[in-house]
């Protein structure tokens, strides 16, 4: 497994997730080539809860400011398998690297699977 996949895991151990019990991973390599990681932490509102890559990308944001820009992305759910969420890709898209060439990837089948967000949000509002 790949070291960004291997901390995204480890990220998902720390899932505030009491209710869905989806245990969320999520690591980010950014362009000035720092590592962030993050997890889903959930509310007894549920819609309040936020997801692991939306949380890491603003933790990124918090720490190198408003021009971060995503390289790589990797995201991981303990016992399951998905890629990011709608809500996800779109914010992912905000902070890409230009023409959404930011890669993501996820475990489809066990295996690793990587895709450009262009690719997983096609004709994207403000890409
Ligand atoms: O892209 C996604 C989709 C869902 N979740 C979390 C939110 C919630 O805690 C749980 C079930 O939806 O999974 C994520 O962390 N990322
Ligand atoms: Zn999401």
């Given at each position: 497994m790949s070291d960004l996949l291997s901390q995204a895991r480890s990220a998902a151990e720390k899932a505030y997730a009491p209710y869905s019990k989806f245990q969320v991973g999520c690591a980010v390599e950014t362009v000035a080539g720092k590592i962030y990681t993050g997890c889903n932490v959930e509310n007894a509102s549920y819609g309040l809860t936020v997801c692991a890559e939306r949380n890491t990308l603003?933790?990124?944001?918090?720490a190198e400011g408003p021009g971060m820009?995503?390289?790589?992305l990797s995201v991981i759910c303990l016992g399951h398998?998905?890629?990011p969420c709608?809500?996800?890709r779109q914010v992912i898209a905000e902070f890409s690297l230009p023409g959404g060439r930011t890669e993501v990837t996820?475990?489809?089948q066990g295996q690793p699977v990587t895709r450009t967000i262009a690719e997983l949000l096609p004709e994207a509002f403000g890409l």
């Open positions: 603003f933790q990124a944001v918090a820009k995503v390289a790589r398998e998905f890629p709608g809500a996800c996820f475990l489809q």
